[in-house]
């Protein structure tokens, strides 16, 4: 079963550059039909899909998000990267990966970042 992990700062300064790991195991995260997202909650909010990489490396974004957002991957580390740059208290939420196959899907724990001005 494949599990998820998220971890990054918890503490980013405005205008800077948020990078946020999820690291897989259970799995390899070039197994056909893996789409592995990137979802976030702000407080009080519901959930924003930000975007996706997929088992092959194409990457899908939000619209609304795209130009501050770029999400990559290591195969020899078996994870994913999502850097979302000019961060700015409004991307205060706690961050998720979850993954998506053809035979379920599946949930990171989350990490909290908060953006201080």
């Known amino acids: 079963q494949v599990q998820l992990r998220e971890s990054g700062p918890g503490l980013v300064s405005a205008s800077e550059t948020l990078s946020l790991t999820c690291t897989v195991s259970?799995?390899?995260?070039?197994?056909?039909?893996?789409?592995f997202n990137w979802i976030r909650q702000p407080p009080g909010k519901g959930l924003e899909w930000m975007g996706a990489?997929?088992?092959?490396?194409?990457?899908y974004y939000n619209s609304s998000l795209k130009s501050r957002t770029s999400i990559s991957r290591d195969i020899s580390k078996n994870h994913l990267t999502l850097h979302l740059t000019s961060v700015t208290p409004e991307d205060t939420a706690v961050y998720y990966c979850?993954?998506?196959?053809?035979?379920?899907?599946?949930w990171g724990q989350g990490t909290q970042v908060t953006v201080s001005s």
């Open positions: 979850k993954i998506f196959t053809p035979w379920g899907d599946a």
């Open positions: 259970g799995g390899s995260i070039t197994t056909n039909y893996y789409y």
């Open positions: 990489i997929n088992y092959s490396g194409t990457t």
